[in-house]
């Protein structure tokens, strides 16, 4: 178990932000291109997950298929989502 579940206060991992300017020199320019267009994800997304594209990319193609197409309004995801990140107490 990893040690920061061991102590009573969570402690989050620092990841380092990558520049969008060297990250759009890179297969994720067209994501972050629709990214910034769009107005989401927000371009920390990119920029923390950009340190592994192949990943970055699937979790871009995922998190656009559960928010742009279904059924369920795109503001009730965004209530969802926002209230699933303050039960964790995450701030982002």
């Keep these: 178990m ?11 991992p ?8 060297d990250l759009e020199k890179t297969q994720l320019k067209p994501f972050i ?4 267009r769009n107005r989401a994800p927000d371009p920390a997304f990119h920029a923390i997950m950009g340190h592994n594209p192949e990943l970055c990319k699937s979790m871009y193609i ?11 309004d795109h503001k009730l995801k965004e209530i969802i989502r926002v209230q ?6 995450c701030n982002y």
């Design 62 to 72: 995922a998190w656009g298929t559960v928010f742009q197409t279904g059924n369920i």
């Design 14 to 21: 620092n990841i380092s932000l990558l520049d969008l300017d």
């Design 2 to 12: 990893p040690i920061w579940f061991l102590s009573e206060e969570f402690i989050m």
């Design 84 to 89: 699933l990140s303050r039960s964790v107490n």
């Design 33 to 36: 291109k629709k990214a910034l």
